[in-house]
């Protein structure tokens, strides 16, 4: 791996954290060269939803590029692009209510973010964006104005203005309705936060800990922001696809957000692709006024399609999804009352979870030893302090539960203070059977 060493730049990130030279991969597993298989839990960050090269998708995208099939098109119109939009329109928007138009941003969220508040400000004609606490968004300027990571923020190179931030769900503490001090200072002119053009908000904060706020607080938030005229955008490029158990997070809320920001596993394939939706009448751009070059990924149009069309035809997958996360919770629950000395704390929702470890030192520990055992898993939160459990949604039970264990196991040994692994425990084998899993639903 010398190669990397010599000539990537050392803002590389992953490959430190799981230092092996990787070849092949399949549903949740990943091989490195000697063939050493590990499960992942990390699923590209939440965008591998359906695992690594999903048969199905795999059917469709050759049969289209042996069709000598349009691959970059700017925003032409292509047969591509024409039935993802109707299959999205069909079987996603219709059925929920929803009325969005679509637009192509550049293939990354961070640029579906920087779509969105430039809509907000042109439409309402206002610069301020009100964000949260450990919210993050992405790392170009305007999508980290947003952010509050100061690891990220610090990079930055220049001031980070045009937004205020506000305090998240319980971020001071269980039984403080944050939402009512967003309406106190949108409600006085004196407040220092002027009105602002919109709210951006995750339902589940990954990057910031996997913070789930309440479905009260999300319904609060939306209408704080009617009450005030103010536009809610939810990033849902995270949290959506089905990570908390409904193709968009907001759904449990009963929430229409104005605008909603999308991407990671909405191409179903690791394929790059963003989208934001939002309400017809603010659909205020002027021709190529927020464009790229990349916004007409066609790849990406078949196998997000494929990925409606087989998953999302009906309601089965989603509580597929619903079920599996209950396990997951109960796994989580069980692990930290039995580990931490009470200092753990279980958190996030649907399959979207991880465990508060307190500090990034212990966490990072875990997961270093999780890794060690064949697990794939990485950290989150302002100081890398939780344990992020982001698996594929495909995932069998009986890996699911393989990959609990290890994590159980590695959480076990840290608490122990155990330094060191048999060479024979390297890969650790399940206790947990398949029957269990399938019980708790």
């Known amino acids: ?43 590209g960050a939440g965008t591998l939803n ?123 503490g269980e039984g403080f309705d944050t939402t009512e001090y967003l309406d106190k200072v949108l409600s006085d002119s004196s407040s220092g936060i002027d009105k602002p053009a919109a709210v951006i908000v995750e339902t589940v904060q990954g990057e910031g800990g996997i913070n789930a706020a309440s479905m009260d607080w999300l319904k609060s938030l939306q209408i704080v922001c009617r009450k005030h005229d103010v536009l809610m955008i939810v990033d849902d490029i995270q949290a959506g696809c089905g990570r908390t158990g409904t193709f968009f997070s907001f759904e449990e809320a009963g929430l229409d957000p104005d605008m909603v920001t999308m991407s990671k596993s909405l191409s179903g394939y690791g394929l790059p692709f963003a989208v934001v939706l939002f309400r017809p009448e603010l659909d205020q751009w002027k021709p190529g ?64 979870q991880g465990i508060n470890c307190v500090n990034g030192e212990i966490a990072g520990k875990i997961t270093k030893l999780s890794f060690q055992k064949g697990l794939m898993i990485e950290t989150s939160g302002a100081d890398d302090h939780v344990v992020k459990l982001l698996c594929p949604l495909v995932i069998t039970d009986e890996n699911l539960a393989r990959g609990i264990d290890i994590l159980e196991e590695s959480v076990k040994e840290i608490c122990r203070g155990e330094d060191s692994i048999p060479e024979e425990e390297v890969f650790f084998e399940s206790q947990q059977p398949q029957d269990t899993l399938k019980a708790v639903s």
């Not at 990397?4 to 092949?24: A, H, K, M």
């Not at 692009?81 to 550049?106: H, M, S, W």
Request: glycine share 10%; with cysteine; aromatic share 12%.
């Open 1 to 43: 791996m010398k190669i990397f060493e010599e000539i990537e730049s050392e803002v590389r990130s992953y490959g430190r954290s799981f230092p092996r030279l990787f070849n092949r991969a399949k549903a949740e597993f990943l091989y490195d060269n000697e063939n050493n298989e590990y499960l992942d839990f990390l699923a």
């Open 50 to 172: 359906y695992g690594h090269n999903n048969d199905i998708f795999k059917e469709k995208l050759v049969e289209y590029i042996l069709a000598d099939g349009i691959t970059h098109s700017l925003d032409l119109y292509t047969v591509a692009k024409a039935e993802f939009l109707k299959t999205f329109n069909e079987k996603i928007l219709k059925p929920r209510g929803l009325d969005y138009v679509v637009q192509f941003t550049g293939p990354t969220g961070t640029n579906a973010v920087e779509a969105a508040m430039k809509l907000a400000r042109t439409v309402t004609g206002r610069q301020n964006i009100i964000s949260f606490t450990n919210g993050f968004h992405g790392v170009s300027l305007g999508a980290l104005a947003v952010t509050g990571n100061s690891h990220h923020r610090g990079a930055a190179g220049i001031g980070l203005g045009g937004t205020s931030r506000v305090p998240y769900d319980e971020y001071l």
């Open 289 to 352: 006024e927020h464009n790229g070059t990349f916004r007409g990924n066609n790849l990406a149009f078949i196998t997000a399609k494929t990925a409606i069309d087989h998953y999302w035809s009906d309601d089965k997958f989603s509580k597929e999804c619903i079920r599996k996360g209950e396990y997951m919770t109960k796994r989580l629950n069980a692990i930290v009352a039995k580990y931490g000395e009470g200092n753990f704390t279980a958190c996030g929702r649907g399959m979207f």
